[in-house]
């Protein structure tokens, strides 16, 4: 069974640090293009990074030069290192798999919460 | 980058009836289109992909079509689970990904 579970989101201040795991099973992460997904409280979903199987890395320009997208194939966990944090980065963070084409989203964790603080 | 432009943003419908939701996209996109569903405090959840294909598992009361840049995600009997928000995204070769903003179905 595919589970993705994603951990180590909470109450940060702005311009603090974060990294937020995303635990695999069920699948090999690295046969595998894995994203980044948020949502801001009460908004829409934003997509914010992805890493090809191949290892090739995009970011949303939102994020570009702050987050950094990598994986662990030894323990099949994808994260995401978040810097410079900011207000407008408050949201629920998804990690999920591509499936039936690098930019459909096919599995998904249930997300984690992070809150910057200003 | 991409943008996606969905209406409309709400509809209030009955157990029953046709709901159709639409996405247009700011420019061409071949047939790279996703609708999810989402329920409150849940992830979303895959649907449709390629414009009109049906992802396993989902019922085959949605469906999907396209004509040009416009984009129809259908519900032909809405049931009591489909009240929740739907998305399309549009999915073209290369990255970034956007989503369109969301219709809420809601309960007549």
């Known amino acids: 069974e595919v589970q993705l579970v994603e951990s180590g989101g909470g109450l940060i201040q702005s311009g603090g640090s974060l990294r937020l795991p995303c635990a695999t099973s069920g699948f090999i992460v690295s046969s595998n293009h894995m994203s980044w997904v948020r949502q801001a409280p009460g908004k829409g979903l934003e997509w914010v990074s992805v890493i090809y199987s191949g290892g090739s890395t995009y970011y949303a320009d939102s994020v570009k030069g702050r987050f950094t997208i990598s994986r662990d194939n030894s323990k099949n966990t994808l994260y995401l290192q978040m810097d410079s944090l900011r207000a407008e980065d408050t949201a629920v963070y998804y990690c999920?798999?591509?499936?039936?084409?690098?930019?459909?989203?096919?599995?998904w964790g249930q997300g984690t919460l992070v809150t910057v603080s200003s | 980058d991409i943008q996606m432009t969905q209406s409309p943003s709400s509809v209030s419908a009955s157990v029953g009836d046709r709901v159709t939701i639409t996405c247009r996209a700011s420019?061409?996109?071949?047939?790279?289109l996703a609708w999810y569903q989402q329920k409150p405090g849940k992830a979303p959840k895959l649907l449709i992909y390629?414009?009109?294909s049906l992802q396993s598992g989902v019922p085959s009361r949605f469906s999907g079509s396209r004509s040009g840049t416009d984009f129809t995600l259908t519900i032909s009997s809405l049931q009591p689970e489909d009240f929740a928000t739907y998305y399309c995204q549009q999915a073209n070769s290369f990255p970034p990904w956007t989503f369109g903003q969301g219709t809420k179905v809601e309960i007549k």
């Open positions: 999920a798999r591509s499936g039936n084409g690098p930019g459909y989203f096919d599995y």
């Open positions: 420019q061409g996109i071949s047939s790279w």
């Open positions: 390629d414009a009109s």
